[in-house]
């Protein structure tokens, strides 16, 4: 939903609008990718190994490369460069990558929480 938003940004008010996204978004992804890691950390200490929890790891680890080898440099890439259809296409491809390994993990705990009752 956001990045639809920011690439309708005009060029002259990009740097502006990208800079405070950036800004904005930076605590979201810290947040939410440790409580990822500490929940993963709580999770391999305390369950047994099943294939629903490596399934469930893949999309986390799918969802966290996404972010850190591909959506993180394409927005440092944007600040730099301004708004360049071919890199809002990569950081739009990078969401949908997210998305596919965050439903990829719900889905297989999802299956892994009716196996632990």
Known sequence: MVYPALA????RDWAAVHSAHSRRITP????????????????????????ALVLA?????LAGAATALVAGPTHARLGREGPRPHLL????????????GALLALAATALAV???R
């Open 8 to 11: 309708a940004v005009p060029e």
């Open 28 to 51: 979201v992804v810290a947040l939410v990718y440790g409580a990822v890691l500490g929940t993963w950390a709580w999770a391999l200490a305390t369950t047994a190994l099943s294939g």
């Open 57 to 61: 790891g893949a999309g986390s680890a």
């Open 89 to 100: 296409r990569r950081l739009r491809r990078a969401d949908a990558v997210r998305l596919a």
């Open 114 to 116: 009716p196996a632990a």
